[in-house]
């Protein structure tokens, strides 16, 4: 019995490490929390209002992240992982596109390669992501993970999107597809940050840096 208590002192110490990892990485990337005040399910999550906007510094296309306890097995982890992007802003609300929105377009790499592809929302009815044009001689497999290229501007390089749960390859497109769960779940989605963006310059060295 005391090996139990000892491993969920462990697991407490981890998750109190990691909360304060994050609030270091919040700090780190300049920025700003914020709660989602309207999510409509029935809307497949099409629509993530949030309590913060033009008065809080929020601007068209900022990046949007969030922190989520996920159950690995029996461990917990804590995973960080990309929302979408801001579309609309007011005085003290915005609104944020998802990822699942088949009108997002983001750069993303796939695997321990690095292949390149183009991701956006699988359909309009679905909680799940397309990534295009992905070269057919890429070895892309079940549980590849996917994160952010860079490409396009709007999202640093290296943010987690999430991992490949089935690959196409379409007999007359020169190119495979590979179809992405993301890492976050919008069901249990209260809380996200919004990365306040600098010029481009600035960003990607400051993101060169902290690698």
Do not use: H
Not at 89 to 112: F, H, M, N
Not at 169 to 179: L, W
Request: hydrophobic share 40%; aromatic share 8%; charged share 25%.
């Amino acid at each position: 019995e005391s090996m139990d208590v000892e491993i969920s002192e462990i697991k407490k110490e981890n998750e109190r490490l990691r909360a304060l990892l994050g609030m270091k990485e919040m700090l780190r990337y300049n920025s700003v929390t914020a709660t989602i005040i309207s999510k409509d399910p029935d809307n497949w999550f099409r629509t993530l209002i949030i309590n913060r906007g033009e008065n809080d510094g929020i601007k068209l296309n900022m990046p949007v992240m969030a922190y989520q306890v996920v159950q690995n097995g029996n461990v917990k982890e804590l995973v960080k992982g990309v929302v979408g992007k801001i579309v609309e802003v007011r005085g003290s609300i915005a609104r944020i596109q998802p990822l699942i929105s088949p009108d997002i377009k983001i750069g993303v790499k796939i695997g321990d390669s690095r292949f390149p592809g183009l991701l956006s929302g699988y359909t309009y009815n679905s909680n799940l992501c397309a990534v295009n044009y992905i070269t057919r001689a890429a070895p892309i497999k079940f549980g590849d993970i996917v994160l952010t290229s860079g490409e396009a501007g709007v999202f640093p390089p290296g943010l987690i999107i999430g991992t490949v749960v089935k690959t196409d390859v379409p007999e007359t497109n020169p190119y495979q597809r590979a179809i992405v769960k993301p890492s976050m779940d919008y069901n249990l989605l209260d809380e996200v940050f919004i990365i306040k963006k600098a010029p481009e310059k600035d960003l990607f060295e400051l993101f060169e840096e902290t690698k």
